[in-house]
């Protein structure tokens, strides 16, 4: 097995070599075949951008509050034993999108489109890449790939993907309230007790696989709320 992963990182490491430059994928691109993505409303942003491939690949997921956006980026490594992939994600801080322009504390970029001759492909061109794949001046275009809805699993999506109101919580049962709350967590992958209620629930639901012991630092601002929303109408 370990030879199985040495194989991984050498593959890995020769890839990043190959496609040192500005990489979209794995492809090197040309700066003339970029232009600006001005859609005609700024929530047309709000999607999941796909960056590199097989080892170096990961997603960066945008979604809009009230009045203002978040994004993460969700990647992974190979289990110790070589046969699990285990999905990690990151939250980017003090994002803002202004125009086509996108801010954050780790990184900086632009929503713009690719021309390869064959198809014009949208996607978020961003500088410090996360992959490893680009160096100094150079940037890598994450490809958007899903809406956010298809992106999230579960029965209740909505406490992913937008601010909740306590108005609409006050009409849903108190025991899918728990299930709401808790599929926040188990979308990361947590473990729950085991033997539990909530374990033998989310064991049943082909989409989850509990991965991590503590997840709190993977959750968005916004599920956060959330969370703490639900906790209070679960008390009425």
């Known amino acids: 097995m370990k030879t199985k992963l040495l194989i991984f990182s050498l593959t890995f490491i020769f890839i990043s070599k190959m496609v040192s430059g500005q990489v979209i994928g794995f492809e090197q691109i040309e700066n003339s075949k970029v232009t600006p993505w001005n859609p005609k409303l700024i929530i047309e942003y709000q999607y999941v951008y796909h960056f590199g491939e097989s080892e170096a690949e990961s997603d960066l997921i945008i979604t809009f509050g009230l009045d203002k956006e978040y994004a993460q980026i969700?990647?992974?490594?190979?289990?110790?034993?070589?046969?699990?992939?285990?999905?990690?994600?990151?939250?980017?801080?003090?994002?803002?999108?202004?125009?086509?322009?996108?801010?954050s504390d780790q990184t900086?970029?632009?929503f713009v489109i690719y021309n390869n001759g064959q198809e014009k492909i949208k996607g978020l061109k961003v500088y410090k890449?996360?992959?490893g794949l680009t160096e100094n001046d150079e940037y890598e275009i994450g490809i958007k790939s899903y809406s956010i809805d298809d992106y999230f699993n579960g029965e209740f999506t909505q406490a992913s993907k937008r601010l909740l109101s306590r108005n609409e919580l006050l009409k849903i049962p108190k025991s899918d309230l728990k299930i709401m709350r808790n599929e926040i967590f188990a979308r990361y992958g947590y473990k729950f007790k085991s033997g539990g209620k909530m374990e033998r629930y989310f064991k049943s639901q082909d989409w989850y696989s509990g991965e991590h012991d503590n997840v709190n630092d993977f959750l968005?601002?916004?599920?956060?709320e959330n969370i703490l929303l639900i906790k209070q109408v679960e008390k009425i």
């Open 74 to 103: 969700k990647s992974g490594k190979w289990s110790e034993n070589g046969q699990r992939w285990i999905s990690h994600y990151e939250n980017l801080t003090n994002v803002r999108i202004n125009g086509n322009k996108f801010y």
């Open 129 to 131: 890449s996360w992959s």
């Open 108 to 110: 900086n970029g632009q």
């Open 220 to 224: 968005t601002e916004l599920e956060k």
